[in-house]
């Protein structure tokens, strides 16, 4: 599979670095082996969605108690996402770490992606959500480190888009 291992266990080093203990998924390509990561992982929890959305619910409950966390989407998922997104996490200030791949950016063969791809950052700045990219594996710990204090202190949502430079291996 060319999705890079390598990368998605950096991100996931990231990730328990930041002190993330719950994470919440629906099964995407790009995202494969952090949601197997996790879900091996005795000391992580793995929420598994039946849609996006409800993850913004489970980081909320999460929050609530007290548990860092973070929602892995694909992008088209993000979109699918904005309700919970604009009604309660921006309403009711819950940080919310968002790691969305960037699906439909250049490079892209599927053409059912190539909508969201093109919609992705508009969506993002016009709902007032910070974000940037994860696109290296050098500054990948750093960015998810700098996205994390930054939710947690304006207790908003914040998005990490991961780019196909960094999580496909040609």
């Not at 980081?59 to 993000?78: I, Y």
């Not at 950016?105 to 919609?119: A, C, I, K, L, M």
Request: charged content about 20%; some cysteine; proline content about 5%.
């Amino acid at each position: 599979m060319p999705v890079s291992l390598t990368s998605s266990k950096v991100i996931y080093e990231g990730l328990k670095e930041c002190d993330i203990r719950l994470v919440s998924a629906l099964p995407e390509t790009w995202l494969v082996h952090l949601i197997r990561l996790t879900d091996e992982d005795p000391e992580m929890i793995l929420v598994r969605l039946a849609k996006e959305e409800e993850g913004v619910g489970v980081s909320a409950g999460a929050h609530f108690a007290g548990v860092k966390s973070a929602m892995l989407m694909q992008n088209h998922g993000f979109l699918a996402s904005i309700n919970g997104i604009v009604s309660f996490a921006h309403l009711y200030k819950i940080p919310l770490l968002m790691l969305i791949s960037y699906r439909g950016s250049f490079g892209e063969r599927d053409p059912w992606q190539t909508q969201g791809g093109n919609v992705t950052e508009p969506v993002l700045r016009a709902l007032g959500i910070p974000y940037t990219f994860l696109d290296a594996l050098e500054t990948a710990k750093k960015r998810i480190r700098q996205a994390q204090t930054l939710s947690e202190s304006s207790m908003q949502p914040v998005a990490l888009l991961l780019t196909r430079d960094l999580m496909w291996e040609e």
